[in-house]
């Protein structure tokens, strides 16, 4: 089963009228991922024998026909925890782990009736922008094998855009959902900060961490956010504000939206294909009835800086736990506690991560807190109050979610700071808490370009509204990559 | 060139802080690329943040607290499955007071 | 030479929650090893800490009681630091804006009064438990998560004396306010020390030393007229103090070194980023302040003053706050002051010593105890057939009733007592005359032999009374 010309609410279809049983539907997904992925490696771990279990209790229960999720095979970013089912975050250190609990979006989703067929590949504890920095070696863009999928959710990006699965869970702390969905060709939202619990979650950043969803079309993506949003006892920062059904007013198209266009989204840093495209969506939604304007975000330039500061330093204490004593990896040479600790972390952690701890312990360190750590969440209150500034006058923003499409495999890992620039335009919705979606808006030498939908904070409805009338009336989303070679 | 070089020795610092350790083919490779992404966080120095507060999360819940209601998951044994080494329900780990650094150490709290 | 010693004290309290700060594990002291752990004590990957709410209202109360300035937006910071006991690497406290700041704590020391002045107090969890084995160490995560109060004063403590005094004052208010059983031998109080000690006349204070984690108020005081004695040695011999951490050896009863403070630790404090931020309402502290007890400073007062009892009584009744409440319950239905307080110190008291057990663990009720008082002071019962009654009062049993079912009524009526009077007086010519030959004894006699007829039931008292005017008639 390929899901390239796929979507949902088809297949939801096909399970209700008995065309397909879940178990058929995950066998035979799991036997393409089986076959593709030797090409992609977008998978780290499958759940063979457990979702095909899973989707014979969903058979003999019957599909639910009031949940899309029913009896539909999804795979999952591998730090996003399942219980007894391997979870690696991509790292030596928890290669054998296996959590005893499953996050509290796993079990929304099971409760939904979905079947998780696998653990996706990702950058390490979430930390890159290409899905290089993986233990398990790089996935390749399905749309060129020798490009980067982006990252860090380029396992689920990847796996989602080749049509090995239908949907995929990815977390966001920089821009690791949007940037891979715009790589992939495929629709990425990270959710308003708060939006979906992060109760089993490996932390990174944890003020950042939003856990959303990839999906080849935005229909299916509001279905998804539908079930994983919601409060969380577990997690005090999920939001209890009620959750909206995100695809209710999801046909109601885009007239009289204010749509915001910030310049310094469109600077000459930003690809001329990349910028020709999204002022071409422009025109598309002023077609379409919604009027858009140049406005200004003048602190987005130090959006990067202040991020790496910030979230650095929140991994570089979330991943202090990593130390080999009560799970993980555990070196093998080690004759002291001193050791322990050194040799555990020291051979467990990756150079990319190496890095950012070192970054964020610095930043944290005793004289340069002020210097670094507090003055760069200063610089995030001047970018949340850019952004204030605009939603005063606009319901939504638009922009372009990168500002080069994907690059070479290879060709960024030794310079981290090229490297952290990728995310310079996804990274101010994170500071910010905003929802920020990433969808199909264009090709450049055979590489999709995504285009960057910013709302207001909760207000995923109106961005998903959006997306899917420029979806309606584009073709983007209809053209597939032909693994193995450009199209 | 990196403008603000960050030395061999706060490295070295930052890295024992964090427990890591460095070879000595690392410690200049990690010095370079930490003093280039050192440089980029200069940039922030041209931001005017006099009277800025500072933005620490962004949650929109306030008081978000628990009602005090004991629960045991008994979650024990599996969390012990778990562990690199385990001694009658005890984390077994090297010898605490074996080494000097940590001889000196005391719980804090 | 002679020396000022400028004494602080940091120390760390065990709130009695049911449930752990941050984690719904059982806060439960002496389990097995791990059992009331679960994935959030592991620190495991993906878990998130949850704020139990009646650790923000202890702090709350801690501050009120302690005269402190409860901050409106205290928020939770992240000390990091590695150690097996401490499995995230981080300790959540609070750092930035501690839950109070300010207050004070009234000693009397040295025949004085003394005000402690408080800098600050936060609420923060525990860290677990290691024992050091051959080789190994071993790590109970039980306590990992406890809740914890630290009480930082301020360095105005000026004996190794007015430390203790300090220590057994916080203690008392601690107890009183009724967010901690203050248990020293489940360690839920320990201090840290510092003392830094100087030539009088010196107006800069000398480098301090630190002792962490003393869990006795003995070890304290001990500790610090040793570090006392020994600083003032090394001045007196021209060196200089160091600044030091020292380990109070209970041993020895002296003080060794564990590190010197050059290679201090950086703890990397930052905002806790999983916890929103607090906002506390004039509303919940006004509703903590009406449910404050009354400390026992003023209830002393109130035992002196108006009930008229000693101040040494006073002391003894405030000692702890299950006996000041069960006396304040006993004036309030009804009991003499007096009475009550020499009861509870007398019977009630030996009672608990010879069963180990404590007030509120026994059946004993201030209406039964009020009950036994007043038959005693009305001449129902002796103080003899008081001892039976109490008894049936450790049991529960209604004083009335129990005197009613037993006939133990004392004989008080005169006109019932007069005949028996006559007949032993009738009976005992012998003992009346050598009465009247100014054998005083011979009274006494008198009296056990109406005793002896009535079965013990006759009020001596009375009794006395009317041998006395029967033979001087
Ligand atoms: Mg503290
Ligand atoms: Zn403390």
Do not use: C
Request: charged letters at 25%; hydrophobic letters at 35%; proline letters at 4%.
């Amino acid at each position: 089963m390929n899901y390239l010309n796929k979507n949902m609410t088809g297949v939801h279809k096909q399970l209700m009228n008995g065309d397909i049983t879940s178990e058929e539907l995950t066998k035979q997904t799991l036997d393409n991922i089986k076959k593709t992925d030797t090409k992609l490696n977008a998978f780290i771990d499958l759940n063979d024998s457990k979702a095909l279990d899973d989707s014979k209790a969903v058979d003999q229960k019957g599909i639910d026909a009031s949940s899309l999720l029913s009896g539909m095979p999804i795979a999952i970013k591998d730090n996003i925890l399942t219980k007894d089912l391997k979870t690696t975050a991509a790292s030596k250190m928890l290669s054998n782990f296996t959590p005893i609990f499953d996050a509290t979006v796993v079990k929304k989703l099971a409760a939904a009736g979905a079947i998780n067929v696998g653990k996706t590949n990702m950058d390490e504890f979430a930390m890159g922008s290409s899905t290089e920095h993986s233990v398990f070696g790089p996935t390749h863009n399905p749309w060129n094998l020798n490009k980067v999928p982006g990252g860090s959710s380029g396992g689920s990006a990847a796996a989602v855009a080749s049509g090995e699965i239908i949907a995929a869970l990815g977390s966001d702390t920089g821009g690791s959902i949007r940037q891979p969905a715009a790589f992939n060709g495929i629709v990425g939202m990270k959710p308003t900060y708060g939006r979906v619990s992060r109760w089993g979650l490996i932390a990174f950043g944890s003020s950042f961490d939003q856990i959303g969803s990839l999906t080849r079309n935005v229909y299916d993506n509001a279905s998804i956010l539908n079930v994983i949003a919601g409060h969380d006892k577990h997690d005090l920062t999920s939001s209890d504000k009620a959750v909206p059904d995100y695809t209710q007013n999801i046909k109601k198209g885009v007239k009289g939206l204010k749509i915001a266009l910030p310049e310094e989204y469109l600077s000459d840093g930003t690809d001329k294909n990349v910028k020709d495209a999204i002022l071409k969506a422009a025109e598309t939604y002023k077609k379409l009835g919604a009027t858009v304007e140049k406005v200004s975000l003048p602190h987005t330039k130090y959006g990067v800086a202040a991020y790496y500061i910030l979230a650095s330093s929140e991994a570089s204490s979330n991943l202090q736990r990593y130390d080999g004593i009560r799970y993980g990896y555990r070196s093998k040479d080690a004759n002291n506690l001193a050791e322990l600790y050194v040799k555990s972390r020291s051979e467990g952690f990756g150079d990319e991560v190496k890095r950012r701890i070192m970054l964020g312990t610095f930043s944290l360190s005793a004289g340069a807190f002020d210097a670094y750590f507090k003055k760069a969440a200063k610089v995030r209150t001047l970018i949340l109050d850019d952004f204030k500034k605009v939603f005063d006058h606009y319901d939504m923003i638009m922009a372009p979610t990168t500002s080069t499409p994907a690059f070479d495999l290879g060709s960024k890992t030794s310079d981290p700071v090229s490297m952290y620039m990728n995310d310079v335009l996804t990274i101010p919705v994170n500071m910010a808490g905003l929802p920020g979606m990433s969808i199909p808006a264009g090709f450049s030498d055979g590489m999709p370009i995504g285009m960057q939908l910013i709302g207001r904070p909760f207000d995923e409805g109106t961005m998903y509204q959006a997306g899917y009338a420029f979806e309606q009336n584009t073709d983007f989303h209809k053209h597939f990559p032909k693994i193995g070679g450009a199209k | 060139m990196p403008k603000n070089e960050i030395s061999e020795d706060q490295v070295k610092h930052v890295a024992s802080l964090a427990n890591l350790s460095l070879s000595k083919d690392q410690l200049p490779y990690f010095t370079k690329q930490l003093g280039s992404v050192m440089d980029l966080f200069e940039t922030l120095n041209s931001v005017n943040t006099d009277d800025v507060k500072p933005t620490y999360s962004i949650t929109d819940q306030v008081n978000a607290m628990r009602d005090d209601i004991p629960q045991n998951w008994n979650e024990k044994q599996a969390l012990l499955r778990n562990a690199p080494d385990v001694k009658d329900g005890l984390i077994r780990v090297p010898e605490i007071m074996q080494n000097r650094k940590n001889r000196d150490r005391e719980s804090e709290d | 030479m002679n020396f000022i010693t400028t004494i602080g004290l940091e120390v760390h309290i065990e709130l009695n929650t049911k449930s752990k700060i941050f984690s719904p594990s059982p806060d439960e002291y002496g389990d097995e090893a791990n059992n009331n752990t679960n994935v959030i004590d592991w620190g495991y990957p993906g878990v998130l800490p949850t704020t139990n709410k009646q650790v923000v209202a202890d702090g709350i109360t801690a501050a009120l009681a302690l005269h402190s300035k409860v901050n409106r937006h205290p928020h939770f910071d992240r000390k990091n630091y590695f150690y097996p006991d401490n499995p995230k690497a981080y300790q959540i406290t609070q750092h930035d804006i501690p839950d109070a700041q300010g207050g004070y704590v009234t000693i009397h020391t040295g025949g004085k009064t003394k005000k402690i002045t408080l800098t600050e107090m936060h609420i923060e969890e525990d860290a677990g438990k290691n024992t050091h084995g051959i080789k190994y160490s071993y790590v109970d995560l039980n306590r990992q998560g406890a809740p914890l109060i630290e009480i930082v004063s301020d360095p105005v403590i000026s004996s190794p004396q007015e430390a203790y005094d300090y220590l057994e004052t916080l203690r008392q208010i601690i107890l009183f306010s009724g967010i901690s059983d203050v248990k020293m031998e489940e360690g839920s109080m320990r201090a840290d020390v510092n003392i830094s000690v100087r030539p009088i006349g010196q107006k800069k204070l000398n480098n301090r030393i630190e002792m962490k984690n003393v869990n006795s108020f003995n070890y304290v005081k001990r500790g610090l007229e040793y570090e006392e004695k020994r600083q003032r040695q090394i001045l007196m011999a021209g060196g200089t103090i160091q600044a030091q951490t020292r380990r109070f050896n209970e041993n020895t009863g002296k003080t060794t070194l564990m590190r010197t403070k050059e290679n201090a630790d950086d703890y990397r404090y930052f905002p806790e980023p999983d916890l929103p931020s607090l906002d506390i309402s004039d509303e919940w502290i006004n509703e903590l302040r009406d449910e404050l007890p009354e400390m026992p400073s003023k209830r002393k007062h109130h035992y002196v003053d108006d009930l008229g009892l000693s101040s040494y009584d006073a002391n003894v009744l405030t000692q702890t706050k299950q006996m000041s409440d069960f006396f304040d319950q006993m004036i309030k239905d009804g009991a003499d002051a007096k009475m009550a307080s020499n009861y509870l110190q007398g019977n009630v008291s030996a009672y608990l010593n010879s069963n180990q057990i404590e007030l509120k663990d026994t059946k004993i009720t201030p209406k039964n105890l009020t009950t036994l008082i007043n038959l005693v002071k009305k001449g129902t019962i002796s103080t003899k057939m008081a001892k039976k009654v109490f008894k049936a009062v450790t049991n529960g049993v209604e004083p009335n009733q129990f005197v009613k079912k037993h006939g133990m009524v004392q004989l008080s009526d005169p006109s019932q007592l007069k005949p028996i009077v006559d007949n032993v007086l009738t009976s005992n010519p012998q003992s009346v005359d050598d009465f009247h030959n100014g054998k005083d004894r011979a009274k006494g006699f008198l009296v056990g032999q109406v005793m002896k007829k009535t079965r013990g039931k006759a009020n001596p008292q009375m009794v006395s009374k009317l041998l006395s005017e029967a033979l001087n008639k």
